[in-house]
């Protein structure tokens, strides 16, 4: 099966922004792709923090979007995007409980994946578990995590299974298992990785140990633009790299095939030879 790969420069301009996605989901259905992987926060981002502004739900006009294109083209589709929270911002004016003159609270946001199976219908939704409060970032002063217990999402494309992870969660191995344990055989990485002294170092060692450790191909979609990394990644189940992009906004399409990854897991049996099982915290 084919994936294509889209490295796109994302901002604040929502509307933009599915312009930019209608493009290169007819890229990928030129190329024969089965599935369309987007960058986190596709939907809309700023650099200096994403919050309830830039929040749509499910049936709003982003995932409404993906699922139209997923339709004409008979794509799958997996991006990131941002729901409306239910927790109020601590501290923010507005936030907290409804004051006395009965402004509503301000609410965090959700940074959340959604996948979109070809014929248009929602496949699933992840919500991210690890909040990037690291490196000077504060993620959870305008979001909320997801529920760290709730099933992975996992998508079927083919013959082969998708799972999700988002960004920061790249850094929690057992974040990866516990999408392997789901059935997954590739994992899907959609980012906006933050740029920074060895950042770009950090994005590609990891993806790279979370293939070899899950004996599990990793595709780690990065958003390009100022302030993220951009350098998407293709790991094969031995930790080779099959693809690896620069900063700038690139679409590529690679042929994924389950026959070799079936066949490092039987030369490489480690997860049928460890001996832990993860639980959520």
């Known amino acids: 099966m084919r994936v294509t790969v889209a490295q796109v420069a994302v901002s604040d301009d929502h509307a933009a922004n599915r312009e930019v996605v209608t493009d290169v989901a007819a890229a990928a259905a030129r190329a024969g792709a089965d599935l369309l992987v987007l960058p986190e926060y596709a939907s809309g981002y700023d650099r200096r923090g994403v919050g309830i502004e830039h929040a749509e739900p499910l049936d709003g006009p982003f995932v409404t979007h993906l699922r139209a294109l997923a339709r004409e083209h008979g794509l799958a589709i997996v991006a990131g995007t941002t729901l409306p929270g239910t927790t109020p911002v601590a501290g923010a004016p507005g ?151 620069g900063e700038a906004p690139d679409v590529r399409t690679v042929d994924l095939d389950p026959e070799p990854l079936a066949a490092e897991r039987l030369r490489n049996p480690s997860l049928a030879n460890r001996r832990y099982r993860v639980v959520p915290a």
């Open 95 to 245: 936030g907290g409980a409804p004051g006395a003159d009965g402004a509503p609270a301000r609410l965090r946001a959700v940074n959340a994946v959604v996948a979109v199976a070809a014929s248009g219908e929602p496949a699933g939704v992840y919500r991210k578990v690890h909040l990037y409060d690291a490196f000077g970032g504060r993620e959870s002063d305008t979001l909320e995590p997801g529920p760290a217990a709730a099933p992975p999402l996992t998508l079927t494309v083919g013959d082969l299974t998708f799972g999700v992870l988002t960004c920061y969660d790249l850094r929690f191995p057992e974040a990866a298992r516990r999408v392997v344990d789901a059935g997954a055989q590739v994992l899907l990485v959609p980012a906006a990785w933050v740029a920074g002294p060895l950042k770009a170092d950090h994005w590609r060692t990891l993806l790279r140990a979370r293939a070899i450790e899950n004996t599990a191909v990793v595709i780690g979609v990065g958003m390009a633009g100022g302030g993220v990394t951009g350098r998407s990644l293709l790991v094969g189940p031995d930790g080779v790299v099959g693809l690896e992009l």
